[in-house]
Structures are given as structure tokens and as C-alpha cells.
């Protein structure tokens, strides 16, 4: 990429990972890597444009559905997509689908935006992980594919230890804390030809492992707080993002939230 290239307009397509949980502001709404973005961006270039249509819970066939046309048809210098991760988690998911709906959403972008720019999710080390790993990794690898085929650039975070270090991710186990989500930011800012400000990817000062009984009362916590609650959702066929915008529906001058 260009050093110190310039952008004037941001497009965010994807699930709550670019929504910005669980970067949370004081009051309750989340910010996120796209939002530290467009800021970081905005400040170099006045009357810069920033959209968000990322909405938590979303699986790659309904953020083609809802997201990707409007996207398209905004016309950015920049759109991210990051999506499919949500469908990899459930117990029930069709691959095949995943990839043709993941096809569809790039072959529509790319050729609409000034630059494309796809990611490979960063994962929290432990047995979840381990388990969807192999799914994870076909995505990850479509995602390659795709990239190459069409011009659109690749930020590999799956790639990166730091942000499998379960101290960059919020209780829930989901999602990245706001340091996960600085480091995000730093890395598609980096991607993009932008001057480096920190090295993203520089893993997490070593610190004493949590007692036993710490941790134990922390996967009590977890188990109730979040986990029971998202498996109701999977048998029920709900998701949290059911009735639920987008965070910025419109290409408008970019405002920060207030912190």
C-alpha cells in the first residue's frame, strides 16, 4: 500500500466484532476498533465520512442480505467486511453456504469501494478455539483465496499471539476488551499504508497466572452470565441482534462518541 495514503470515507459491514464489543463508553453504547479507525482517519482528512452497519449476532447470509448492498452503493474509499465467524460457532453449520454467500459478498464489494479490506478473526487461546478451530481455518483460507482474486487487502489477526492472549478479551470470552480492539485499529490502520503509531501485535507483558480458585469462580461467572444465555439463543433460534439497527446507518461526517 501507499505510505500515507489518504482516505475519505469509511464503510463497516459485519457482526459485533465490528460493532465494537465490548469496548464499552461510559454511556452503554460500544466503540471499537472501526470507530478508533474512522478517528484516527478523520483526523487527518476533514469532512471525512464514516458508516457503520455492523450489528452483533448476524451470520454471513444475513449481513449479505442487509449490509452488503447498502455498502456497496455508499461508495467508500474504504470498506471492511468481516463476517462468517458467528456461523463457524454453531453447532450446525453448513460451510458450503458460509463460502458462497462469503463469494457473493466480495465479488458485490471489491469493485465498489476504493479498497476492500477482509480479516482473519483473531481467536482467545483455550478449548473453544480448539475446537472450531479446523472451520475457523477454511474460512480463514476462503478468505485468502478471495483476497487474491479480487484485489482486497488481508489483515491477519488469527495470526497474531497477542490477541489470543485471554487478557485482551472481555469476560464473555467473545469479544475483544478495548485494548483488544486499539490493537485492531493500529493493525488495519498499518494494512492501509498508514504510518505505524505502536507494534500491534507485540504480546501482553508477562503477569502471575490467577489463582485456582480465581479462576474457577470466573468460570462459574462466565457459564451463567453468558454462556447459558447464548445457548438458549442457539436452541431457540434467536439472536441478539434480532430488531437491532445498525450502529451508523448513513456515510455522514464522522462524529466520535463522547468517552
Avoid at 470507530?35 to 469532512?47: F, I, K, M, N, S
Avoid at 498508514?194 to 468460570?219: G, K, N, Y
Amino acid at each position: 500500500m501507499e505510505m500515507n495514503a489518504s482516505y475519505t470515507s469509511f464503510v463497516a459491514v459485519g457482526d459485533s466484532f465490528t460493532e465494537g464489543m465490548s469496548d464499552l463508553l461510559p454511556d452503554g453504547s460500544y466503540r471499537g476498533w472501526a470507530d478508533v479507525l474512522a478517528a484516527r482517519l478523520a483526523a487527518r482528512t476533514p469532512g471525512f465520512r464514516y458508516a457503520n452497519l455492523a450489528v452483533r449476532g448476524k451470520l454471513i447470509g444475513q449481513i449479505v442480505d442487509e449490509q452488503v448492498g447498502v455498502a456497496a452503493a455508499m461508495r467508500a474509499d474504504v470498506v471492511t467486511l468481516v463476517g462468517g465467524l458467528n456461523d463457524t460457532l454453531r453447532p450446525k453449520c453448513d460451510m458450503g453456504l458460509v463460502r458462497a454467500r462469503l463469494e457473493e459478498a466480495v465479488e458485490r464489494l471489491a469493485p465498489s469501494c476504493g479498497q476492500l479490506v477482509l480479516m482473519r478473526s483473531p481467536g482467545r487461546n483455550g478449548p473453544v478455539m480448539q475446537r472450531f478451530r479446523p472451520r475457523m481455518e477454511e474460512l480463514f483460507s476462503l478468505i485468502d483465496d478471495l483476497a487474491a482474486r479480487h484485489g482486497a487487502l488481508v489483515v491477519d489477526l488469527y495470526g497474531a499471539a497477542s490477541l489470543g492472549d485471554p487478557r485482551m478479551w472481555d469476560v464473555d470470552r467473545l469479544h475483544l476488551t478495548a485494548e483488544g480492539h486499539r490493537r485492531v485499529a493500529e493493525a488495519v490502520w498499518q494494512a492501509l499504508g498508514l504510518p505505524a503509531e505502536h507494534e500491534w501485535h507485540t504480546p501482553v507483558p508477562a503477569t502471575l497466572p490467577p489463582r485456582w480458585v480465581v479462576r474457577r469462580a470466573e468460570d462459574v461467572r462466565f457459564a451463567r452470565q453468558h454462556l447459558a444465555p447464548w445457548i438458549g439463543r442457539r436452541l431457540t433460534g434467536r439472536s441478539s441482534g434480532d430488531g437491532r439497527p445498525p450502529k451508523r446507518a448513513e456515510l455522514l461526517p464522522f462524529e466520535p462518541p463522547s468517552s
